[in-house]
């Protein structure tokens, strides 16, 4: 992703996953696309931001936490989940939080 996410007025809410990948890819590029093209769909989703230099950074922002544990149950997002703990990630963090104020240009 290259752009910044376009988000309404605050409140709502950032999930901020930061990771450290596995060599290899080992199909993680077609499933994070994939990831992308399913969260852009799911009810309550607003828009993404992430980078990769050695750690990586993805930030999703919601609408509200009850859109962010349906995506957390999505089944494909579920699979993803625990390939990732098995194969792509050497360690990773997941953080939720609310957003109360933004700015900038």
Do not use: C
Request: a negative charge.
């Amino acid at each position: 992703m290259t752009e910044i996410a376009s988000t309404p007025q605050p409140p709502y809410y950032a999930v901020i996953f930061t990771s450290i990948r596995t060599d290899g890819d080992k199909g993680y590029g077609v499933m994070a696309e994939r990831m992308v093209d399913l969260a852009t769909r799911q009810e309550g989703f607003l828009g993404m931001e992430s980078a990769r230099e050695g750690l990586g950074v993805t930030v999703s922002y919601w609408a509200s936490l009850e859109a962010i544990a349906q995506w957390k149950q999505n089944v494909e997002h579920r699979e993803a989940q625990r390939l990732g703990h098995s194969s792509w990630y050497a360690d990773f963090k997941v953080r939720i939080a609310r957003v109360e104020r933004d700015y900038g240009g």
